[in-house]
């Protein structure tokens, strides 16, 4: 059982950075890919980027690639997401997960564990 806990969210200017953080308890969060999602109100939980159990490896939505960088400390049990050039498309909830599947999982389906979320707002 993973519990993950996102923080690190808020309002925003079009154009200005936030970074989120997302705490796993337990210690086996290594063994597990983690990605993030986010889903605006009337839309689907969209893919944002996912990030190999080493950190090695990443892969993004093509709507953030070049904007949003993904991190993690294997050491602290946390993963990051780097927004920065933010756009008002870019305001959702944003949500991490955990998935126990190897390459980049990319669809809601494939990750097991899921955080409560935190919103982001950009305002223009």
């Known amino acids: 059982q993973v519990q993950l806990v996102e923080s690190g969210g808020g309002l925003v200017q079009v154009g200005g950075s936030l970074r989120l953080s997302c705490a796993a308890s337990?210690?086996?969060?290594?063994?597990?890919?983690m990605g993030w999602f986010r889903q605006a109100p009337g839309k689907e939980r969209a893919f944002v980027a996912t990030i190999t159990r080493s950190g090695g490896g990443s892969y993004y939505g093509d709507s953030v690639k070049g904007r949003f960088t993904i991190s993690r400390d294997n050491a602290k049990n946390t993963v990051f997401l780097q927004m920065n050039s933010l756009k008002p498309e870019d305001t959702a909830v944003y949500y991490c997960?955990?998935?126990?599947?190897?390459?980049?999982?990319?669809?809601?389906?494939?990750?097991?564990?899921w955080g409560q979320g935190t919103q982001v707002t950009v305002s223009s």
């Open positions: 997960a955990a998935s126990r599947k190897y390459g980049y999982p990319d669809s809601p389906r494939d990750y097991d564990y």
């Open positions: 337990g210690r086996t969060f290594s063994t597990y890919a």
